[in-house]
Nanobody, 124 residues
Framework: QVQLVESGGGSVQAGGSLRLSCLAS????????MAWFRQAPGKEREGVTF???????NYADSVKGRFTISKDNAKNTLYLQMNSLKPEDTAMYYC??????????????????WGQGTQVTVSS
């Protein structure tokens, strides 16, 4: 069973950048679909970005052009590069993984393992 541990969160000013990492252990992530979700206080968890392989990624409209997801199978690590951060990006960010499926990447029930989350706070 894969386990996920996020890191890289912190506090930044609007316009700044952060890079989140998600280190997987227990098994290789090379065959998993992976994603980043986030949840702000009082709001539902929402999908941020998804990666199937090097040629297939999806992004929420709110982060397109600012965030980039990538996966290094050799390091068993998922990344999220966040640029031009906005106060509305403030949330707990979660790394998640699941076996391949057909259908929407936004459905949280498709993912079988979640990290504990890392907090991102963006001040104006």
């Amino acid at each position: 069973q894969v386990q996920l541990v996020e890191s890289g969160g912190g506090s930044v000013q609007a316009g700044g950048s952060l890079r989140l990492s998600c280190l997987a252990s227990g098994t290789s992530i090379s065959t998993y679909y992976m994603a980043w979700f986030r949840q702000a206080p009082g709001k539902e968890r929402e999908g941020v970005t998804f990666i199937k392989d090097a040629t297939w990624t999806n992004y929420a409209d709110s982060v397109k052009g600012r965030f980039t997801i990538s996966k290094d199978n050799a390091k068993n690590t998922l990344y999220l590069q966040m640029n031009s951060l906005k106060p509305e990006d403030t949330a707990m960010y979660y790394c998640t993984a699941g076996p391949p499926w057909s259908g929407s990447w936004l459905s949280t029930w498709r993912y079988t393992v979640w990290g504990q989350g890392t907090q991102v706070t963006v001040s104006s």
